[in-house]
Nanobody, 116 residues
Framework: QVQPVESGGGLVQPGGSLRLSCAAS????????IRWYRQAPGKEREFLAR???????SYTDSLKGRFTISRDNAKNEAYLQMNSLKPEDTAVYYC??????????WGKGTLVTVSS
């Protein structure tokens, strides 16, 4: 499964937490940068965070420490821990990673709905 598969989305109340997972097979996934994005209804896709193969992370400023990206190369998985969720975090969340020759593999996304 070269295309990554996201999971872990669902309905959560404001202030709650979710952990999203991104999984793919193969050594390319575990040896490349993995990124998380989201797309809210009616908005453009937004970059959230990235993690290098060695675990170096960076985030978009707007997250203000609420989200944490991590990975487990042995399991070929990456994660996005989301805390203090707000209604405006409602979106489809995607992960991607770089393949050979400039190809970027995107997952199909997982829906997160933050609502009371």
């Amino acid at each position: 499964q070269v295309q990554p598969v996201e999971s872990g989305g669902g309905l959560v109340q404001p202030g709650g937490s979710l952990r999203l997972s991104c999984a793919a097979s193969g050594s390319i996934f575990s040896s490349n940068v993995i990124r998380w994005y989201r797309q809210a209804p009616g908005k453009e896709r937004e970059f959230l965070a990235r993690i290098s193969s060695l675990g170096i992370t960076s985030y978009t400023d707007s997250l203000k420490g609420r989200f944490t990206i991590s990975r487990d190369n042995a399991k070929n998985e990456a994660y996005l821990q989301m805390n203090s969720l707000k209604p405006e975090d409602t979106a489809v969340y995607y992960c991607n990673y770089d393949g050979p020759k400039g190809v970027i593999y995107w997952g199909k996304g997982t829906l997160v709905t933050v609502s009371s």
